[in-house]
């Protein structure tokens, strides 16, 4: 797993991310000193992904929740369905305090 950081976060945030890495010693933080924007630095996590062999990609944003079997469900449906190459999935907003607004 590979987390893409697009310029400076907080003393807080690294500290999350030294745990996770603890839990999950495969994890990798991609740290882009300037911040480039959302398209340049998925462009760029993209070839890494590729130059390390990757067979799948998937993404969230940091403001995402995603459900408990998520990516296992999308991987069985793309492992079972050799004419499709992408997957998505529904999406359902939130505001601030976790309020259930639309799904999209």
């Given amino acids: 797993m ?17 745990t996770f890495i603890e839990v999950h010693p495969s994890m990798k933080v991609i740290r882009f000193p300037q911040n480039r924007g959302l398209a340049c630095i998925l462009n760029d996590l993209l070839e890494i992904c590729f130059q390390d062999g990757f067979a799948y990609v998937a993404r969230m944003d940091a403001d ?14 793309l492992e079972s369905h050799n004419e499709v190459d992408v997957v998505g999935g529904a999406i359902e907003e939130i505001d601030e305090s976790s309020k259930k607004n639309r799904k999209k």
């Avoid at 590979?2 to 030294?18: F, H």
């Fill in 2 to 18: 590979y987390v893409g950081l697009d310029g400076e976060v907080t003393s807080e945030i690294n500290k999350i991310l030294i």
């Fill in 64 to 77: 995402d929740l995603s459900l408990p079997n998520r990516i296992e469900r999308q991987l069985h449906y």
